[in-house]
């Protein structure tokens, strides 16, 4: 059923009839990105639905989303004009940002700082490296010590702490206990923001929710609250950094973004003084949530299929030995890690959607019109999971990115879709990956996994902008007590 306007008209995407005042919204339940594939079935890859007032076009599938977002990367690149993105990063947002010169100045300073203190050579990533090994060393004591009594206990809190204080370290070069309460209230509020900002954001497109009391509206006031602190938290911090700010020394990711805006060539010109504190908010914001998810996903995966944790700690051992803890350098030794890894992300798919985007003109996709300013979901969610692309797509086989020689097949990871691709992709991919490599292969080198017998481990997850597992129980041993005892 295509909505045809009439001979010579533009064609626009089919899609399933919306509801007067909420439009799809009802249809969408608590998994949109499965309910969009089972959508993607019945209309094809590209499909229209209606979100209170608001057209939306939603794509799937890789060879629709690639058309998109790499062919028409310009005409894909724009952010709905959302109440809610306003409110991020004090309102001088790059992540939610439109798509404009200021968002692409913003953009390329982000970026280029980012891999300067990650992955831009090897003395820079031996300097990031050092950070997530400390880290990964302190996560295994408080496993351990969480473990001790025979205690099982659910390790994505402790995994949060661990990955933000990485990104706290190079933002602001400090980091905090995994008992810090004021940390512990920073870090508890992902689960809030991922809820308003995942692409069923039902304040942004249905506003008459806020008019009267709903849990919708509350989750949205708290929303904004936790944006307010959160930024004044990062100003409080860039403050301190600007009055002992001295140009000759960089001590940190903050330092680089003040010399860059503050005293940098064409200062002030493009980007105000408060896109430092808005451009580390984001920074800080989008580095936490996305890699301690992943991070939990990896755990769960090591405990529900222990036949793959034996295997990779036997490649781990055998690759890195007892001597010395697994480095960087080690990553290509390592193809099985990286394989799981990459298998990891695909199975879960934890970011199912892109941040939504919107159209900067009109553009004509697989011979549908859509016209400047709609609003656009990418399923990314369609492509990890697709029966024509992979087999099996739901079954969990790190083995699949592994060709004859056991070494990683790189056409298959590049399939894998989680970073998004064209102008709005991640600029964090490079330091997520290793940091994830890093993490995986240390925990494994140091300590096995194991689930509490008495619980039934379920794939289950909770929804918002990433799907984190639900609380599960795993009790922690340390391998390096257990070589000695067999010695
Ligand atoms: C955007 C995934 C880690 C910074 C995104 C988007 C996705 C994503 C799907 C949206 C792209 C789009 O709208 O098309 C991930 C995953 C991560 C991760 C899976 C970890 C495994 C990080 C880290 C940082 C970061 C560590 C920085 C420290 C950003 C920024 C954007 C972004 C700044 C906005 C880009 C833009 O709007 O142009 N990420 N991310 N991400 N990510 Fe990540």
Same mark, same amino acid.
């Given at each position: 059923?295509?909505?045809?306007?009439?001979?010579?008209?533009?064609?626009?995407?089919?899609?399933?009839?919306?509801?007067?005042?909420?439009?799809?919204?009802?249809? &969408? /339940?608590?998994?949109?990105?499965?309910?969009?594939?089972?959508?993607?079935?019945?209309?094809?890859? *590209?499909?229209?639905?209606? &979100?209170?007032?608001?057209?939306?076009?939603?794509?799937?599938?890789?060879?629709?989303?690639?058309?998109?977002?790499?062919?028409?990367?310009?005409?894909?690149?724009?952010?709905?004009?959302?109440?809610?993105?306003?409110?991020?990063?004090?309102?001088?947002?790059?992540?939610?940002?439109?798509?404009?010169?200021?968002?692409?100045?913003?953009?390329?300073?982000?970026?280029?700082?980012?891999?300067?203190?990650?992955?831009? +050579?090897?003395?820079?990533?031996?300097?990031?490296?050092?950070?997530?090994?400390?880290?990964?060393? $302190?996560?295994?004591?408080?496993?351990?010590?969480?473990?001790?009594?025979?205690?099982?206990?659910?390790?994505?809190?402790?995994?949060?702490?661990?990955?933000?204080? *990485?990104?706290?370290?190079?933002?602001?070069?400090?980091?905090?206990?995994?008992?810090?309460?004021?940390?512990?209230?920073?870090? /508890?509020?992902? $689960?809030?923001?991922?809820?308003?900002? /995942?692409?069923?954001?039902?304040?942004?497109?249905?506003?008459?929710?806020?008019?009267?009391?709903?849990?919708?509206?509350?989750?949205?006031?708290?929303?904004?609250?936790?944006?307010?602190?959160?930024?004044?938290?990062?100003?409080?911090?860039? +403050?301190?950094? %600007?009055?002992?700010?001295?140009?000759?020394?960089?001590?940190?990711?903050?330092?680089?973004?003040?010399?860059?805006?503050?005293?940098?060539?064409?200062?002030?010109?493009?980007?105000?003084?408060?896109?430092?504190?808005?451009?580390?908010? $984001?920074?800080?914001?989008?580095?936490?949530?996305?890699?301690?998810?992943?991070?939990?996903?990896?755990?769960?995966?090591?405990?529900?299929?222990?036949?793959?944790?034996?295997?990779?700690?036997?490649?781990?051992?055998?690759?890195?030995?007892?001597?010395?803890?697994?480095?960087?350098?080690?990553?290509?030794?390592?193809?099985?890690?990286?394989?799981?890894?990459?298998?990891?992300?695909?199975?879960?798919?934890?970011?199912?959607?892109?941040?939504?985007?919107?159209?900067? %003109?009109?553009?004509?996709?697989?011979?549908?019109?859509?016209?400047?300013?709609?609003?656009?979901?990418? +399923?990314?969610?369609?492509?990890?999971?697709?029966?024509?692309?992979?087999? +099996?797509?739901?079954?969990?086989?790190?083995?699949?990115?592994?060709?004859?020689?056991?070494?990683?097949?790189?056409?298959?990871?590049?399939?894998?879709?989680?970073?998004?691709?064209?102008?709005?992709?991640?600029?964090?991919?490079?330091?997520?990956?290793?940091?994830?490599?890093?993490?995986?292969?240390?925990?494994?080198?140091?300590?096995?996994?194991?689930?509490?017998?008495?619980?039934?481990?379920?794939?289950?997850?909770?929804?918002?902008?990433?799907?984190?597992?639900?609380?599960?129980?795993?009790?922690?041993?340390?391998?390096?007590?257990?070589?000695?005892?067999?010695?």
């Amino acid at each position: 059923c295509l909505w045809v306007r009439g001979r010579g008209q533009k064609k626009s995407p089919p899609g399933p009839i919306p509801w007067p005042l909420v439009g799809n919204a009802m249809q &969408l /339940g608590q998994m949109p990105h499965l309910t969009f594939c089972k959508m993607a079935h019945i209309y094809g890859n *590209v499909f229209k639905i209606k &979100l209170g007032a608001h057209n939306i076009v939603v794509l799937n599938g890789e060879s629709t989303i690639r058309q998109a977002l790499v062919k028409h990367s310009t005409e894909f690149a724009g952010r709905p004009n959302f109440p809610s993105f306003k409110v991020i990063s004090g309102g001088k947002t790059m992540a939610f940002g439109a798509y404009s010169d200021l968002w692409k100045a913003q953009k390329k300073i982000a970026h280029s700082t980012l891999r300067a203190f990650s992955t831009v +050579n090897t003395e820079t990533t031996r300097l990031f490296e050092q950070h997530v090994a400390a880290e990964a060393e $302190d996560l295994i004591q408080v496993f351990l010590r969480l473990s001790s009594g025979g205690e099982y206990f659910d390790p994505y809190h402790e995994c949060t702490v661990a990955i933000a204080n *990485v990104i706290f370290a190079l933002c602001f070069g400090k980091r905090y206990s995994h008992d810090d309460l004021e940390f512990k209230a920073l870090v /508890g509020r992902n $689960d809030k923001f991922g809820k308003t900002v /995942g692409s069923g954001s039902l304040v942004d497109l249905l506003p008459w929710l806020q008019c009267f009391p709903n849990p919708v509206r509350s989750l949205y006031q708290s929303f904004k609250d936790l944006n307010i602190e959160f930024f004044y938290f990062v100003k409080d911090k860039i +403050n301190q950094h %600007r009055e002992t700010y001295n140009p000759k020394v960089t001590r940190d990711m903050s330092d680089a973004f003040i010399g860059l805006i503050d005293h940098g060539e064409g200062a002030g010109e493009v980007l105000d003084k408060e896109y430092v504190e808005g451009t580390v908010t $984001d920074l800080v914001g989008a580095g936490q949530d996305t890699n301690s998810v992943a991070l939990t996903w990896i755990i769960l995966l090591l405990i529900k299929y222990p036949h793959i944790q034996k295997k990779l700690q036997e490649e781990i051992d055998n690759v890195v030995g007892q001597d010395r803890m697994p480095t960087a350098e080690d990553r290509a030794q390592l193809p099985y890690v990286q394989a799981f890894i990459y298998e990891a992300m695909r199975f879960s798919s934890f970011v199912p959607m892109t941040i939504p985007h919107s159209t900067t %003109r009109d553009v004509i996709i697989e011979g549908f019109h859509i016209p400047r300013n709609t609003i656009i979901f990418v +399923n990314q969610w369609s492509v990890n999971h697709d029966v024509d692309k992979w087999r +099996n797509p739901s079954q969990f086989q790190p083995e699949r990115f592994l060709d004859e020689n056991n070494q990683l097949n790189k056409d298959l990871i590049y399939g894998v879709l989680i970073f998004s691709v064209g102008k709005r992709r991640c600029i964090g991919d490079q330091l997520s990956m290793l940091q994830l490599f890093l993490f995986t292969s240390i925990l494994l080198h140091q300590c096995s996994f194991h689930s509490n017998p008495e619980e039934q481990l379920t794939m289950e997850y909770i929804t918002g902008l990433t799907l984190r597992p639900l609380p599960f129980g795993i009790s922690v041993r340390s391998r390096r007590l257990h070589r000695k005892q067999e010695t």
